[in-house]
């Protein structure tokens, strides 16, 4: 079921009004924004409990036992069905070049690429480009607003906390009035988180090289904090990168 106009309007409108109380539209580099630090470090203590229970072992099991070319094949038709999402932020970001890549690979690898299974676009030396909702409400000056630590998702701010919402309209699964059953929305998720959570493995493995040895070496960092600052530090340099253009 696809989210209620409502549930999007006190989103955005929730994003907008409480980021404009954020200082600097970013803030400072180093700085963060956690008011609601207490409730994300629980949070974050259940995403690692549940990484390490049941995401973690399912997606290193689905990468170990899932044949190379239809991995390949997946990750391929997950990205195409991303392609009118960001097709649409980067028309709203003023972007036109960009977004014509991302239109041309929409339609290029729904057709000839079998629904997306074959990257026929990107063969031909069409660039692929990201962008979301949260990025654009950045591009347009909305404050970042506080940091949250998600469940099962992980680190967001209000602001592209209410962008994941607004973006849920772009997908293609909520073009018509036919939707695809529950069964398929789920199981494009769960392949989805997959994907990601393999793609993050080699980086999970550093950290937790890096924390046994700070630990054995009595310079363990808070690892909450050291979570924070990398990603609020990889988020607005991509959003800065948004802000200047794209080639």
Sequence with gaps: MRPALPALTFALAAAVSLSACAGTPDGAPGHANDPFEPVNRAMLGFNVVTDRAVVGPAARAYGDYTPGFVRAGIGNVLRNLREPVVFANLILQGQPGPAADSAFR?????????????DVAGREGVPRHDADFGETLAVWGVGEGPYLMLPFLGPSTLRDTGGRVADRYAHPFNWSANEPDDAIRWTERVLRVGEIRLELEDTFQQMARESEAESEAGTAQDPYVMLRGIWL???????????????
Excluded: C, H, K
């Design 106 to 118: 929409f339609a290029a690898n729904t057709t000839v690429g079998l629904g997306g299974l074959f």
């Design 233 to 247: 530090a990889q988020r607005r340099e991509s959003i800065e990168a948004a802000r200047a253009g794209r080639d």
